[in-house]
């Protein structure tokens, strides 16, 4: 009886050594994070922006530093991001950007690693998924950039998501989604994205009043911003007529296929490869609605990735 005991016990420990393994990859996540070089090119303009957000004590709504834009609209829409960088820098100098940096990195790995739990998926999945979201983070975002609590708020919202859908609405899940939204909203400008989660869902369930609901909450969000009344003149500014996003681009660097890059072959084939990888997820437990959908949903934003970039 005691030798079946101990063999029991010792089972189950590890079991649960086998169930932690993937969190393994959040310290080391942050650890590499931290250690990072602060070489992103446009550190020095959101540390600019923070400092004179902090001692304005507002944030600006006319061009406070391009002779050239003078008079004309200006809007930090990462303000909180920017306003969390200078502050960080004035009081503990570098270590301080390194250290965010780091806590970023871990923070994105867990949000995905429980984002992906909340589906149910196996440990190899919230593995995968953890170390996609990070290879986005590293790959696109560089270090320190407001795009990377985006990486942070999707997941997030996407776990809020599956547990509304899974045991329905509270008001601890409305909060927490406005909370996200209001956290994407203040850091970066693609903050609209954390309302995918609310679509899909939608179109899935049918349930039109469970997320009307959640998505009410996080429109809330989206509203706590200095900006919340402006996001039509903010998104006219950003994405109106702008000679970097006229076709064919003028600047020769954002022609396709430039070859002093050369990644467009490289580029191309990482692009297939994606627009195959749900076609390779286990589909025990989803029905083919949801295949479909998931496909769709996962096609539209590679295409339209493979467009912004």
């Known amino acids: 009886m005691a030798t079946t005991d101990t063999r029991q016990l010792t089972d189950e420990k590890a079991a649960r050594l086998h169930s932690a393994l993937p969190y393994l990859l959040v310290p080391l996540a942050a650890l590499l ?12 303009q959101h540390l600019a922006t923070g400092e004179w957000i902090v001692h304005h004590g507002a944030v600006p709504w006319i061009e406070p530093f391009a002779w050239t834009r003078a008079g004309q609209p200006y809007y930090a829409y990462s303000w909180l991001a920017q306003v969390v960088f200078y502050s960080l820098l004035r009081a503990f100098g570098p270590i301080g950007l390194h250290l965010l940096e780091g806590a ?7 949000a995905t690693l429980w984002a992906a739990g909340e589906f149910g998926w196996s440990r190899s999945v919230r593995f995968t998924l953890a170390c996609l979201n990070l290879a986005i983070l590293w790959g696109v975002s560089h270090t320190i950039r407001p795009q990377q609590f985006l990486l942070l708020c999707v997941p997030l919202a996407w776990g809020i998501a599956a547990r509304i859908n899974r045991t329905g609405v509270t008001w601890q899940r409305l909060v927490a989604l406005a909370a996200v939204g209001a956290l994407a909203c203040n850091t970066h400008i693609f903050y609209a994205i954390t309302a995918t989660p609310i679509a899909y869902f939608l179109f899935v369930s049918k ?19 200095p900006y919340g ?6 998104f006219a500014l950003n994405f109106g007529h702008n000679i970097l996003l006229s076709r064919p681009p003028a600047i020769r660097e954002f022609i396709p296929g430039f070859e002093y890059f050369g990644v467009s072959k490289g580029v191309f084939i990482v692009g297939m490869i994606m627009l195959l990888l749900p076609v390779a997820l286990r589909a025990a437990d989803t029905t083919r609605r949801e295949r479909v959908t998931g496909g769709l949903f996962w096609c539209g934003g590679v295409f339209m990735f493979a467009y912004a970039g």
Do not use: K
């Open 33 to 44: 994070g931290a250690l990072a070089p602060l070489y992103e090119t446009d550190l020095a």
């Open 207 to 225: 349930n039109l009043r469970r997320w009307a609901t959640a998505g009410a909450a996080l429109v809330v969000g989206w509203m706590l911003s």
């Open 229 to 234: 009344l402006a996001w039509p003149r903010v």
């Open 104 to 110: 970023l990195c871990g923070a994105a790995a867990l």
